[in-house]
């Protein structure tokens, strides 16, 4: 692994409070009352069209969660893998380091025999 990929794996605080909010439950009461604002409606009049506006943005909400968690769960398998990937290339190393030895060893042998 080189620096460039620790760096990729590496969460910023400000990317991980981005996470955590994001993956808040969402209040259906401030919900309503930011969406009455943000569009002008009256929580009386306009109820029907204020309950689907609520709705819809419920469920994107609900999306954009599922995506960062499926972000997040990859992310964790990818640094579970990079972390073996490392141990297997150090066993490898070794194992070549001892072939190598055994190898001059023998040769070794032969030029004195």
Not at 10 to 22: D, G, L, T
Not at 32 to 60: N, P, T
Not at 63 to 84: D, G, V
Request: charge should be negative; hydrophobic fraction near 30%; aromatic fraction near 4%.
């Amino acid at each position: 692994m080189d620096e460039k990929d620790k760096q990729n794996l590496a969460v910023s605080a400000e990317e991980q409070k981005a996470e955590e909010e994001a993956n808040q439950e969402v209040n259906e009461d401030e919900l309503r009352s930011k969406v009455s604002e943000e569009y002008g409606l009256d929580q009386d009049e306009d109820k029907e069209l204020l309950d689907k506006l609520v709705a819809k943005e419920k469920l994107q909400h609900e999306k954009l969660s599922s995506a960062i968690k499926q972000k997040i769960s990859w992310r964790e398998k990818y640094q579970a893998s990079a972390k073996n990937t490392v141990k297997d290339q150090q066993e490898e190393t070794d194992v070549d380091a001892q072939i190598e030895s055994k190898f001059k060893a023998l040769m070794e042998e032969r030029v004195r025999a």
